[in-house]
């Protein structure tokens, strides 16, 4: 996919980039009990040239009772809380090192920093503001406000929709937000029902994927809205984060938005695919707290599946010392 040049719409200022599953099940269930079991007996975490991102007790406090973590350790204080503590976050990334491997990872995924006790100030990126708007409206970011050296993966649409993959990022415990798009996952509500219950979180991206600024007021508040409550029905919660189709977006659709819940609208500094990375900034690289936007695409519409995408996109982040974190901890 191709960035786009802004389009300026009579609202304000449009942002843009043009847009574009049978359970395939593989053998080594057993294998990865056998290998995990040898990997906590020999108390080896299976991190051999590589760093972790935070402190291993912090990670294990961070992801304590999430969907794919650590159960939650006795209170600070309790006798033998540090090293209970410290076990299970040993035993955690010895079994996300054997997922790794189990799922041809080139590395263990690094692990993320505790979520911030407060969450950052939000503002809308320079060049991204549009005509009549003020600090009231849902801000548009790219990248979230962060010293720490995290990056968010967040994935549109829902077309394609492989279990290997809820399987995948579940034992990997990866986290992502899923910006969803009514006509392309109504035909299977529950598999992002399974994919939120393995810690996944929802996101609106609209009920028919259409360009937001040539629209009506009314039509981009049923676009946006009605989306709004098609996903608080299905999934029991009226999502707070926003993401515009292609990034296109007007003052119509940002009062819109939080008129019925939204409070921020993450767009993207970088985009994933099975084969490159796609970058915003000139220089092409990763920083603390950008965010990265992939879609629910198999090999259809691209040279790979979504895991082969992980496996990518994976690389790219661990190499390039990051670790993936829960943008709803952050926004």
């Given at each position: ?18 847009g574009a599953g049978h359970l395939r099940r593989r053998p080594g269930f057993a294998v990865l009990a056998a290998l995990l079991v040898a ?66 990872l080139a590395k263990t995924p690094l692990t993320p920093p505790l979520p911030p006790a407060v969450k950052p100030r939000l503002t809308t ?152 990375m796609e970058w915003r900034e000139e220089d092409r690289d990763l920083h603390p707290g950008d965010i990265i936007l992939t879609h629910f ?35």
């Amino acid at each position: 996919m191709k960035w786009r040049r802004p389009v300026q719409t009579a609202g304000g200022r449009g942002r843009g980039r043009t847009g574009a599953g049978h359970l395939r099940r593989r053998p080594g269930f057993a294998v990865l009990a056998a290998l995990l079991v040898a990997a906590v007996g020999s108390g080896c975490a299976a991190e051999t040239g590589e760093t972790r991102a935070t402190d291993p007790v912090k990670a294990a406090a961070a992801r304590a009772g999430q969907p794919g973590g650590p159960a939650a350790g006795p209170p600070a204080g309790a006798a033998g809380s540090v090293a209970g503590q410290a076990e299970k976050a040993r035993r955690a990334q010895a079994a996300r090192a054997v997922a790794a491997k189990k799922w041809g990872l080139a590395k263990t995924p690094l692990t993320p920093p505790l979520p911030p006790a407060v969450k950052p100030r939000l503002t809308t990126r320079k060049g991204f503001e549009v005509e009549g708007g003020d600090a009231s409206l849902p801000p548009v970011f790219t990248t979230v406000p962060t010293k720490e050296k995290v990056v968010f993966l967040t994935m549109d649409d829902g077309d394609d929709k492989d279990p290997e993959l809820i399987r995948m990022m579940s034992e990997l415990n990866i986290p992502y937000s899923a910006f969803l798009t009514d006509y392309l996952v109504r035909d299977d509500y529950a598999y992002f029902k399974e994919a939120e219950a393995r810690g996944a979180v929802i996101g609106n991206h609209t009920l028919n994927h259409r360009y937001l600024p040539g629209l009506s007021y009314a039509e981009q508040k049923r676009e946006i809205c009605d989306q709004q409550d098609i996903l608080q029905q299905q999934y029991g919660e009226r999502p707070r984060l926003f993401r515009p189709p292609y990034g296109n977006y007007n003052g119509d659709t940002l009062r819109i938005a939080k008129s019925c819940g939204v409070t921020a609208v993450p767009l993207w500094a970088a985009e994933a695919f099975p084969d490159h990375m796609e970058w915003r900034e000139e220089d092409r690289d990763l920083h603390p707290g950008d965010i990265i936007l992939t879609h629910f695409r198999g090999e259809k519409d691209w040279k790979g599946s979504m895991p082969d995408l992980i496996r990518s996109v994976m690389k790219v982040i661990t190499d390039k010392g990051y670790a993936v974190a829960r943008l709803e901890d952050y926004v």
